[in-house]
């Protein structure tokens, strides 16, 4: 049975950081392409990083050089740096695994950015 748990969520100032983790399990992890999305509220999910097996990454524009998604395939873990974080970062973050033709999700953490 494969899960992703997302942690790290919650509330925070803007200009702020929060680290979210997403651990993986029922999965051979490491060769995995991993990603975070995100859906803001009332609008669609997109993505925000991704990162491959051999460790490439990909940004959406929004969120380059705020944001660094990394993984540590001993820990069968997945991480996103969110710094200097915004208001416009206000959404609900899942975690997505991706290989052999199948993709496989997280339930979400919440990530709010309010004063």
């Known amino acids: 049975q494969v899960q992703l748990v997302e942690s790290g969520g919650g509330l925070v100032q803007p200009g702020g950081s929060l680290r979210l983790s997403c651990a993986a399990s029922?999965?051979?992890?490491?060769?995995?392409?991993m990603g975070w999305y995100r859906q803001p509220p009332g609008k669609q999910r997109e993505m925000v990083a991704r990162?491959?097996?051999?460790?490439?990454?990909v940004y959406a524009d929004s969120v380059k050089d705020r944001f660094t998604i990394s993984r540590d395939n001993a820990k069968n873990t997945v991480y996103l740096q969110m710094n200097s974080l915004t208001p416009e970062d206000t959404a609900v973050y899942y975690c997505?695994?991706?290989?052999?033709?199948?993709?496989?999700w997280g339930q979400g953490t919440q990530v709010t950015v309010s004063s």
């Open positions: 997505k695994a991706q290989g052999g033709g199948r993709d496989y």
């Open positions: 029922g999965i051979i992890f490491s060769i995995y392409s």
């Open positions: 990162i491959t097996a051999g460790r490439s990454t």
